[in-house]
């Protein structure tokens, strides 16, 4: 297992809901990532927190809320989705967020929007 | 041109055969390469860096081509568990952001 976990593993939810999902990791790093991963495309990365600051946010929606209140836990906030936002959210981690770092995935939630 | 791009696929190679991969990128400032693994609904997973000297690891061997741009994965000796989809990742100088590519799926039959 990688030490990045990841709940819930799978998330329904309607239009209207509000959900959240969590991630956590377990390896001292001091750089998370939120990716989202649609069937036959590329990774997307949406959001990459250092040190619990957010240092890109590569032009995601305000639907999709993050939130790192320390540099073990981030939070995507989700509110009013779309049913084109059903993918797969990945988070991961990485030593520190200069790209030489490698990255280490959690298992990712599957979200589906109805 | 997209900025990293990777044939999909599937490579279907019988146990036994070398099959090789490669990603082109757009930003000739790129500086780290990688290529991942990810198997059927689970996460990515680091297989090997990339240096400009290239990078052996036991049946895997990378490669990066500066002057034209890509990586390449060589895999010899496929086995049936290496069946996956591989990952290539860029990152641009200075930059914190990867760009990964849409990956190449790679199916490994007896």
Not at chain 1, 19 to 40: R, T, V
Not at chain 1, 67 to 89: G, I, M, R, V, W
Not at chain 2, 11 to 35: D, M
């Amino acid at each position: 297992e990688t030490g990045v976990t990841q709940t819930p593993r799978h998330l329904v939810m309607g239009m209207t809901n509000k959900k959240s999902l969590k991630c956590e990791q377990h390896l001292g790093h001091n750089a998370m990532y939120w990716y989202k991963q649609s069937a036959k495309k590329p990774l997307e990365l949406m959001f990459v927190y250092s040190l619990e600051e957010r240092v890109e946010n590569n032009s995601v929606p305000s639907r999709f809320s993050p939130e790192c209140p320390n540099s073990s836990h981030l939070f995507l906030h989700l509110h009013t989705l779309q049913p084109e936002d059903s993918a797969l959210y990945l988070c991961a981690s990485s030593q520190d967020h200069g790209g030489h770092n490698e990255q280490f995935f959690g298992p990712g939630t599957r979200l589906t929007v109805l | 041109r997209k900025e990293v791009e990777q044939d999909p696929g599937p490579f279907n190679v019988p146990e036994g055969a070398t099959v090789a991969f490669n990603c082109t990128y757009s930003n000739s400032a790129s500086q780290s390469f990688f290529w991942y693994r990810q198997d059927c609904r689970k996460e990515p997973k680091l297989l090997m860096s990339v240096y400009s000297s290239g990078n052996e690891d036991g049946r895997f061997t990378a490669q990066l081509n500066r002057a034209s741009q890509y990586i390449s994965l060589l895999i010899r000796d496929s086995k049936l568990s290496d069946s996956a989809t591989y990952l290539c990742v860029v990152n641009p100088g200075g930059s914190y952001i990867p760009t990964f590519g849409r990956g190449t799926s790679l199916i490994v039959h007896p």
